[in-house]
């Protein structure tokens, strides 16, 4: 055997996809140095997934394959205690059981876990809505009345009786999970800990009004800090983190002084939390140098907040109320990958190849989980992550989820294009998802954009996790697609984090932001200029054939995703503001206004509610036609 040959085996041992096709149709091939990189990383995790699986999963009525199992009696066994017999259909060949959940097959002494997941992801029972909609929000970014210049939940709890008034179903949220300590910039998907929540997303004027306002009052240096970040249009994250760290760490002292009985009540909702909370504690404690009280603190404020708002969504009619955003991956150096150094990808990092996104490749400084690991640990941490992120959430949007198939990884430290592919357990994954997507009543949206892998869409959607359907990427050579095309079994969007919106699209303001930064030279300035000038002919024409021309192409391109029948629409709050900046352009840090931007200058409230008013009327039109 060559050593050629013996490389490209080994990678495949290890779930290497060494050969590849970009976004382009164009076969690629990783550089042989690339895979030997990958390879030293991986050799842990590649010896771990020759072990037994502790976990199997399999779906509801479907075959099971149980390893070494004998020719004898066996039952299943329910979370409850409670067994019945299990059905033989062949050598080591079973009938799962008809319910979903955590089963254990029990054959004499022998046992093996089983997670039974249903067909298909939890969705809202058919009632007087047909197509759901509502709006999707970046947290920071939503002004609230005294939220310290750092956007809270209370923000986002102003627009739910504005949304129900036009029959909105949902609210999505960009990540609201632990971040690192803030410095000069912040990104919501580089967090610490995906399992718990940022503190900083705590509304104090909400959750406890009277020692908010009184806190305030009583330090006019810190009120006046406060009020000025509330006024600036653009985060300072790192003065502005530390101004409201220093209003939320008042907050006990005062409760302790003037209404004990309240802190006596939050102190048992603290204990409640037990070990992990105390540990996430003392660990965030320890990266940001502050007292681990003032983190248990801050978490038991962000955990009450978004659990009262989701309560408040759920009892105002809303079907669906708050999704969550799950990040691909966490911070390395964070409490998530302390706490599970055994299944983190050690020395390697995760992004994404040259796509529609970023010609030049993305490498995203955050790591993941290591497939080896995953299958050898019964797949807890995943498990573990999916619950928390579900828990108080109508719904989940899944960020990269062709991760379940495959993760594009590079040694840390690399070239964005020096990464290969390595496999996922697809199939386990998925089947967890929709266990706990059904198990917690939460929504599954993938952002299944990028270089898509052949049939996982499909795939996807055969198992009710609804995928993205974005105006931009909604055409062919000959133009925009028809709404009548658009994926039913998707979530229609004007535009996108990673996107310009469509008032900067037709500007071209992305393009100009290309040339700034000198991603382009003028020969590609030029052809990419000229091909937008035609791509907004083709939107415009599209207007025009789907009869929604009313002479504004920015609400037009709107309303054309309105009308989709996707069965569930979401307006991007910079569509619906008319901003032109994107709030993440990919591959930049310093060099753009990324994560830092408002999209929600004053008086936005008034000049949106036409916009919401026609988009909910869209909505309405589309699903009577």
Same mark, same amino acid.
């Given at each position: 055997m060559s050593s050629e040959d013996a490389l490209l085996l080994r990678a495949a041992e290890a779930g290497l996809q060494v050969r590849w096709t970009d976004v382009a149709g164009v076969e690629r091939e990783a550089a042989p140095d690339v895979v030997e990189a990958v390879l030293r990383s991986l050799a842990d995790s590649a010896r771990a997934a020759g072990a037994a699986p502790p976990l199997l999963t399999c779906v509801v009525g479907q075959t099971l394959s149980v390893p070494g199992a004998g020719s004898g009696d066996a039952h299943w066994i329910a979370e409850d205690g409670t067994a019945q017999p299990a059905r033989q259909t062949g050598a080591g060949q079973w009938r799962a059981p008809p319910t979903p959940g955590y089963w254990r097959w029990a054959q004499g002494p022998r046992l093996q876990a089983v997670a039974v997941a249903p067909q298909r992801c939890w969705f809202p029972a058919p009632g007087a809505v047909c197509r759901h909609w509502g709006v999707a929000a970046q947290v920071y970014s939503v002004p609230g009345t005294g939220d310290g210049g750092i956007g809270d939940s209370g923000g986002i709890a102003g627009w739910i009786p504005r949304l129900r008034?036009?029959?909105?179903?949902?609210?999505?949220?960009?990540?609201?999970?632990?971040?690192?300590?803030?410095?000069?910039?912040?990104?919501?998907?580089?967090?610490?800990?995906?399992?718990?929540?940022?503190?900083?997303?705590?509304?104090?004027?909400?959750?406890?009004?009277?020692?908010?306002?009184?806190?305030?009052?009583?330090? &006019?240096?810190?009120?006046?800090?406060?009020?000025?970040?509330?006024?600036?249009?653009?985060?300072?994250?790192?003065?502005?983190?530390?101004?409201?760290?220093?209003?939320?760490?008042?907050?006990?002292?005062?409760?302790?002084?003037?209404?004990?009985?309240?802190?006596?009540?939050?102190?048992?909702?603290?204990?409640? /939390?037990?070990?992990?909370?105390?540990?996430?504690?003392?660990?965030?404690?320890?990266?940001s140098r502050s007292p681990a009280s003032l983190q248990a603190f801050g978490q038991w404020l962000a955990q009450a907040s978004w659990r009262q708002l989701q309560h408040d969504a759920q009892q105002d009619g809303m079907a669906i109320g708050l999704i969550a955003d799950l990040a691909v991956g966490f911070d390395p150096a964070g409490v998530?990958?302390?706490?599970?150094?055994?299944?983190?990808?050690?020395?390697?990092?995760?992004?994404?190849?040259?796509?529609?996104?970023?010609?030049?490749?993305?490498?995203?400084?955050?790591?993941?989980?290591?497939?080896?690991?995953?299958?050898?640990?019964?797949?807890?941490?995943?498990?573990?992550?999916?619950?928390?992120?579900?828990?108080?959430?109508?719904?989940? @949007?899944?960020?990269?989820?062709?991760?379940?198939?495959?993760?594009?990884?590079?040694?840390? /430290?690399?070239?964005?294009?020096?990464?290969?592919?390595? @496999?996922?357990?697809?199939?386990? *994954?998925?089947?967890?998802?929709?266990?706990?997507?059904?198990?917690?009543?939460?929504?599954?949206?993938?952002?299944?954009?990028?270089?898509?892998?052949?049939?996982?869409?499909?795939?996807?959607?055969? @198992?009710?996790?609804?995928?993205?359907?974005?105006?931009?990427?909604?055409?062919?050579?000959?133009?925009?697609?028809?709404?009548?095309?658009?994926?039913?079994?998707?979530?229609?969007?004007?535009?996108?984090?990673?996107?310009?919106?469509? &008032?900067?699209?037709?500007?071209?303001?992305?393009?100009?932001?290309?040339?700034?930064?000198?991603?382009n030279d003028d020969d590609a300035d030029q052809a990419q200029a000229l091909q937008r000038q035609a791509e907004v002919q083709q939107l415009a024409a599209r207007v025009q054939a789907e009869g929604v021309d009313s002479g504004d192409l920015q609400r037009d391109a709107l309303a054309l995703t309105a009308r989709a029948p996707s069965v569930l629409a979401l307006l991007p709050l910079e569509d619906a503001t008319a901003s032109i900046e994107q709030p993440n352009l990919p591959g930049t840090v310093q060099?753009?206004?990324?994560?830092?931007?408002?999209?929600?200058?004053?008086?936005?409230?008034?000049?949106?509610?036409?916009? *919401? &008013?026609?988009?909910a009327a869209q909505r309405r039109q589309g699903a009577a036609a």
């Amino acid at each position: 055997m060559s050593s050629e040959d013996a490389l490209l085996l080994r990678a495949a041992e290890a779930g290497l996809q060494v050969r590849w096709t970009d976004v382009a149709g164009v076969e690629r091939e990783a550089a042989p140095d690339v895979v030997e990189a990958v390879l030293r990383s991986l050799a842990d995790s590649a010896r771990a997934a020759g072990a037994a699986p502790p976990l199997l999963t399999c779906v509801v009525g479907q075959t099971l394959s149980v390893p070494g199992a004998g020719s004898g009696d066996a039952h299943w066994i329910a979370e409850d205690g409670t067994a019945q017999p299990a059905r033989q259909t062949g050598a080591g060949q079973w009938r799962a059981p008809p319910t979903p959940g955590y089963w254990r097959w029990a054959q004499g002494p022998r046992l093996q876990a089983v997670a039974v997941a249903p067909q298909r992801c939890w969705f809202p029972a058919p009632g007087a809505v047909c197509r759901h909609w509502g709006v999707a929000a970046q947290v920071y970014s939503v002004p609230g009345t005294g939220d310290g210049g750092i956007g809270d939940s209370g923000g986002i709890a102003g627009w739910i009786p504005r949304l129900r008034a036009h029959g909105a179903t949902a609210i999505a949220l960009s990540p609201i999970h632990a971040s690192m300590p803030i410095g000069s910039g912040f990104s919501p998907y580089s967090p610490s800990d995906r399992r718990w929540l940022e503190p900083l997303h705590g509304a104090p004027l909400q959750q406890l009004p009277e020692a908010a306002a009184a806190v305030r009052a009583a330090d &006019a240096e810190l009120d006046a800090r406060l009020a000025a970040h509330e006024a600036d249009g653009q985060i300072r994250w790192a003065d502005a983190a530390a101004a409201k760290w220093q209003w939320i760490g008042r907050l006990p002292a005062w409760l302790q002084t003037h209404r004990p009985e309240r802190w006596r009540q939050i102190e048992s909702e603290l204990a409640a /939390g037990g070990a992990p909370l105390a540990s996430w504690a003392a660990q965030t404690a320890a990266l940001s140098r502050s007292p681990a009280s003032l983190q248990a603190f801050g978490q038991w404020l962000a955990q009450a907040s978004w659990r009262q708002l989701q309560h408040d969504a759920q009892q105002d009619g809303m079907a669906i109320g708050l999704i969550a955003d799950l990040a691909v991956g966490f911070d390395p150096a964070g409490v998530e990958a302390q706490d599970n150094a055994d299944a983190v990808l050690q020395g390697l990092e995760l992004g994404a190849p040259p796509d529609a996104f970023n010609p030049h490749g993305q490498a995203w400084g955050i790591t993941g989980y290591a497939p080896g690991a995953l299958r050898a640990q019964g797949y807890a941490p995943f498990i573990t992550l999916l619950r928390a992120v579900m828990a108080q959430r109508g719904g989940v @949007r899944i960020d990269h989820i062709l991760g379940l198939l495959r993760l594009w990884v590079l040694p840390r /430290g690399a070239g964005a294009g020096q990464g290969i592919y390595l @496999r996922y357990p697809f199939d386990d *994954l998925l089947n967890l998802l929709v266990l706990e997507s059904w198990r917690n009543h939460c929504v599954v949206i993938g952002e299944d954009l990028g270089v898509v892998p052949p049939g996982i869409r499909d795939a996807l959607a055969a @198992r009710g996790v609804l995928g993205m359907e974005v105006l931009a990427f909604n055409r062919d050579e000959q133009g925009f697609l028809p709404t009548a095309q658009w994926r039913k079994s998707a979530v229609a969007m004007s535009s996108t984090h990673d996107l310009p919106p469509v &008032a900067g699209w037709l500007q071209g303001r992305d393009l100009q932001w290309r040339r700034q930064l000198g991603w382009n030279d003028d020969d590609a300035d030029q052809a990419q200029a000229l091909q937008r000038q035609a791509e907004v002919q083709q939107l415009a024409a599209r207007v025009q054939a789907e009869g929604v021309d009313s002479g504004d192409l920015q609400r037009d391109a709107l309303a054309l995703t309105a009308r989709a029948p996707s069965v569930l629409a979401l307006l991007p709050l910079e569509d619906a503001t008319a901003s032109i900046e994107q709030p993440n352009l990919p591959g930049t840090v310093q060099a753009h206004p990324t994560w830092s931007g408002g999209v929600a200058p004053p008086g936005y409230a008034a000049a949106i509610e036409g916009r *919401l &008013a026609a988009f909910a009327a869209q909505r309405r039109q589309g699903a009577a036609a």
